[in-house]
């Protein structure tokens, strides 16, 4: 089966890598390439390809944009592969709907996994479905988007006692070794959360930020942005230790969005 593909990404960058990275998988052709939602409406209803790979961060009109205004102009829907990085509520709401997602940094054999599911899907499904499923994965996203009643206290483990730690006073959590460590301006101990994405979920989403695989950071208790190598990033946190906190590749656009770098 051979498949047409887009792929829409508003950083050149992220193009470059995922179009290299298609290009080793066979019974598939980039037909074209945009950088923002709007370009991706046009060159979808212009080519109507296979599969789409869509970025969900994007100035303007985001990814999830994209699907509502293709689902509004009832243009025939493609299969799509959406990339994001490390977005809780998007993650969720990809499992559930079973439509697959790339998570940034892309890593080639995740590439070509997802290509292969969008074959099966391909065979297996009926006209009309991708739409649906879209349609669906919307109202969810939506609806996880809104604003909901969480508590302001997160349970710390710290000297033997449990204690009810206000969010706006976490620094930075942190994983490792299977272990999440929560870090405030005077204290330090562990969640009893299994992982960042649990932890994530009882956090203001508006507040904390996963500006790296291993590290979940309260944007209001940044102290400083210290350039790094290679054009990234480290982030000085307000913790007695002041300490620094990686910026993955993936989240640099990110951090650029929150402080105007």
Same mark, same amino acid.
């Given at each position: 089966?051979?498949?047409?593909?887009?792929?829409? &990404? &508003?950083?050149?960058?992220?193009?470059?890598?995922?179009?290299?990275?298609?290009?080793?998988?066979?019974?598939?052709?980039?037909?074209?390439?945009?950088?923002?939602?709007?370009?991706?409406?046009?060159?979808?209803?212009?080519?109507?390809? &296979?599969?789409?790979?869509?970025?969900?961060? *994007?100035?303007?009109?985001?990814? $999830?944009?994209?699907?509502?205004?293709?689902?509004?102009?009832?243009?025939?829907?493609?299969? $799509?592969?959406?990339?994001?990085?490390?977005?809780?509520?998007?993650?969720?709401?990809?499992?559930?709907?079973?439509?697959?997602?790339?998570?940034?940094?892309?890593?080639?054999? %995740?590439?070509?996994?997802?290509?292969?599911?969008?074959?099966?899907?391909?065979?297996?499904?009926?006209?009309?479905?991708?739409?649906?499923?879209?349609?669906?994965?919307?109202?969810?996203? =939506?609806? /996880?988007?809104?604003?909901?009643?969480?508590?302001?206290?997160? *349970?710390?483990?710290?000297?033997?006692?449990?204690?009810?730690?206000? /969010?706006?006073?976490?620094?930075?959590?942190?994983?490792?070794?299977?272990?999440?460590?929560?870090?405030?301006?005077?204290? =330090?101990? /562990?969640?009893?959360? %299994?992982?960042?994405?649990?932890?994530?979920?009882?956090? &203001?989403?508006?507040?904390? !930020?996963?500006?790296? %695989?291993? $590290?979940?950071?309260?944007?209001? %208790?940044?102290?400083?942005?210290?350039? !790094?190598?290679?054009?990234?990033?480290?982030?000085?946190?307000?913790?007695?230790?002041?300490?620094?906190?990686?910026?993955?590749?993936?989240?640099?656009?990110?951090?650029? =969005?929150? $402080?105007?770098?």
């Amino acid at each position: 089966m051979s498949l047409t593909a887009l792929i829409i &990404d &508003d950083e050149q960058l992220a193009r470059d890598e995922l179009n290299y990275l298609i290009k080793n998988v066979d019974g598939i052709e980039i037909v074209a390439q945009g950088k923002n939602g709007v370009e991706a409406i046009n060159l979808i209803r212009e080519h109507s390809p &296979d599969i789409v790979f869509l970025d969900v961060q *994007m100035p303007g009109l985001d990814g $999830f944009g994209v699907i509502k205004k293709l689902l509004d102009k009832k243009v025939s829907m493609p299969q $799509f592969i959406f990339a994001t990085a490390f977005d809780q509520y998007a993650v969720k709401a990809f499992e559930v709907n079973a439509i697959d997602y790339l998570l940034k940094p892309f890593d080639k054999k %995740r590439v070509a996994q997802a290509i292969e599911k969008v074959k099966l899907r391909k065979k297996a499904e009926s006209p009309g479905s991708p739409g649906e499923k879209l349609e669906t994965l919307v109202k969810l996203l =939506e609806a /996880q988007h809104a604003p909901a009643t969480k508590s302001s206290k997160v *349970m710390v483990r710290a000297a033997g006692r449990l204690m009810l730690v206000d /969010q706006k006073d976490i620094c930075y959590a942190s994983i490792q070794d299977g272990v999440i460590s929560v870090v405030t301006a005077q204290m =330090e101990g /562990q969640s009893n959360c %299994r992982t960042l994405e649990e932890l994530l979920d009882s956090l &203001d989403p508006n507040q904390f !930020w996963r500006a790296h %695989r291993g $590290f979940v950071v309260n944007i209001n %208790r940044i102290k400083e942005v210290v350039p !790094w190598f290679k054009s990234s990033y480290q982030l000085r946190m307000d913790d007695k230790k002041q300490t620094e906190v990686p910026v993955s590749r993936a989240q640099t656009k990110r951090l650029r =969005e929150l $402080f105007g770098l």
